[in-house]
């Protein structure tokens, strides 16, 4: 099962650094898989260490896309989580474009309870993925596909969400502009 979580991690010099990541789940291995470059990847192989957050906050999710990083904070754990687990790394599968980064979890913390699914965040989560590929796909696809996930956005959001999704689309038209030029 691969779960989309926020992954903070730090180098060797105490920056942290937040990342989404569909952080694959076996139990009490987990496996992050980083594609080439990566600050999360070279973070884990400096430190060895990394937290995941569990969080339905989607506005993290769009905002590392869209260059919004200064999220609250305590250490590595971001306030908003609902839980998070501390994990360590114990083995690399070299790749040399996805290098896969097998993890242990080593201790789980709750801090709020889950309060349900929430269709825009799916929307959110979907569209954040789609900008972080807007490189390679082809802009016919990234339409039908907003327009399909803002149906859901459109009849289930709350503040954060709409406020992620507009990131988003703001991100979206920005790349537009660029490439029409
Ligand atoms: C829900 C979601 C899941 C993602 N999963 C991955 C992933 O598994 N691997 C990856 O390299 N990038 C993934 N991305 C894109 C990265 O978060 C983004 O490109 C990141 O800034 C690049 O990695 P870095 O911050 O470690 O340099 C995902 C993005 C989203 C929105």
New binding site residues.
Partial sequence: MIQ?LIVTTQNAAGII?L????VHIHGDEIA????R?????TNLLETKTAVLNYCDDVRI?AG??TGRRDFALNGLILKCALAHSKVELVRVEDDET?PKLVCKILKTVNHAPFLGFNRAQYSV?EA??LV?RLKMLPLEKIDSEIAYLKIGLEKTAGQRELEAWGWLMDEIEAFKKENAK
């Fill in positions: 989309e650094h990342a989404p990541m569909g992050i898989l980083p594609f470059p990566s600050t999360t990847l999710f590392c896309l996805r989560l954040a993925i972080s």
